[in-house]
């Protein structure tokens, strides 16, 4: 009996211990509520900012390249340095013209000697005219001759009368074959003269070529604007990968025709280029005012405008993330010369206005499994509640799902009473109750 006692007390003892575990396992949270610090919901207009980073981009920038001859590499003998301030027509670099110049010389020589075997062509032309002329007189000489002798065939001899008309046979033959010979001389003087004419027309360019790439050999702003010098990926003996950095095309270097060496970069009119988030789109518009700071000048702010909101989001195939991000692109409402390209800026873009909207800190707000949630302060403890983001202004967020004076979570309970445990918000409800 007393064993059955036993056996009962300790069965008893064992299920109010499990009793005890699952119920510790279905508490809210252990974190009282002074150590919680917590928000309350607030209901009223805002303002819609979307708060981002972004860069200087200027408006016009124009590529110097290595001009485009013909040849091998040329070799730069002078170039204006990275922040060199130019205008219209100054010049920006000079590449060594030697091997233009010999082109150059040669070419004219080319071009003499063209003309000089056209002057010999359009003499050998005219004696060979007053050759065939001279024999032209002869051969008709002979076949009036003949004719003169065949006319007197009644007077001489049947044999002499025969050969007389053989004699003017052979002339007027002589005398046409003298006219074939002298048109072929004709086409064949002609010719040679249009041949050297062809080597003059084919010399001049030639020449005119050559003119032009040493006038090319200097290189000169089309803008005005402030010089970028390329890096220069010879100098690694065509090794290059992303993330490499480049030397500087300098003087003495030597550059394949047709490469990029520098660039003008416009500055009087600047663009600022940000990424926003793709859940910001709805809340953007073209002329959109926005206030921008600049990195390199913490103490003003510039005034600037939307100019243009990407069509698409920026986003790569293997990108398993879901925010993806497009670009707008900002006008600065004023220029400033101490401004300048690829700057780093900090843009808050000013939305529209949101009448009666509840909202709650920003910190509130935690990711888990692609959705957003808070932890909403219920009888002492912290349940999860799924929430929709509306937008995200500056300091707080626009939702819906939540009750006007309701008090959340500003810091993550789940973490917090497990710290181990990597989340950001996730795992499972902390109370049954939650939603």
């Not at 809210?28 to 860069?55: F, I, R, W, Y």
């Not at 206005?353 to 302060?377: T, W």
């Amino acid at each position: 009996m007393n064993m059955r006692v036993t056996v009962h007390k300790v069965s008893f003892s064992l299920l109010l211990l499990i009793i005890g575990f699952c119920c510790s396992c279905r508490r809210p949270s252990n974190v009282s509520e002074p150590d919680m610090p917590t928000a309350t919901v607030e209901k009223g207009d805002l303002q819609v900012k979307v708060v981002t980073t972004g860069e200087l981009k200027s408006m016009d920038t124009r590529i110097l390249a290595a001009p485009p001859v013909a040849g091998g590499t040329l070799q730069i003998v002078e170039l204006a340095r990275t922040g060199t301030r130019v205008h219209t027509g100054d010049v920006v670099m000079d590449f060594d013209p030697s091997e233009q110049e010999y082109n150059l010389a040669q070419n004219q020589s080319d071009l003499a000697q063209a003309e000089e075997e056209i002057a010999k062509s359009r003499a050998d032309a005219a004696v060979q005219v007053s050759q065939d002329q001279l024999a032209l007189l002869k051969d008709k000489f002979a076949a009036r001759r003949a004719e003169l002798d065949v006319s007197k065939n009644e007077l001489v001899s049947e044999i002499d009368g025969k050969k007389n008309l053989l004699a003017l046979d052979e002339a007027k033959r002589a005398l046409a074959q003298l006219m074939e010979d002298i048109k072929s001389h004709a086409a064949a003087n002609q010719a040679s003269i249009a041949l050297s004419e062809e080597k003059k027309n084919k010399a001049r360019l030639a020449v005119e070529q050559a003119r032009e790439n040493i006038q090319k050999m200097t290189v000169r702003s089309p803008i005005d604007g402030l010089i970028v010098v390329h890096g220069n990926r010879d100098s690694t003996g065509g090794i290059f990968f992303d993330g490499m950095t480049l030397p500087e095309y300098r003087v003495g270097d030597q550059a394949r025709p047709g490469s990029p060496i520098a660039e003008v970069v416009d500055i009087s009119q600047l663009d600022v280029s940000v990424q926003a988030k793709e859940t910001d789109r709805s809340l953007l518009s073209a002329n959109s005012a926005a206030e921008v700071r600049v990195n390199a000048l913490p103490n003003d702010v510039f005034s600037a405008k939307v100019k243009n909101i990407a069509g698409a989001s920026a986003h790569e195939f293997w990108d398993d993330n879901p925010r993806r991000t497009f670009e707008v692109v900002l006008r600065l409402a004023n220029s400033d010369p101490r401004l300048r390209p690829g700057y780093a800026t900090r843009v808050t873009i000013l939305g529209s206005q949101m009448a009666g909207v509840l909202s709650v800190p920003r910190e509130a707000i935690f990711e888990s499994g692609g959705i957003s949630i808070v932890y909403m302060k219920r009888r002492g403890a912290f349940e999860r509640r799924e929430v929709k983001v509306r937008a995200y202004t500056e300091g707080r967020a626009v939702v819906e799902g939540v009750s006007f004076g309701e008090e959340v979570a500003l810091v993550n309970p789940e973490k917090r009473n497990n710290p181990k445990k990597e989340s950001n918000g996730g795992g499972p409800a902390l109370t049954a109750g939650a939603r």
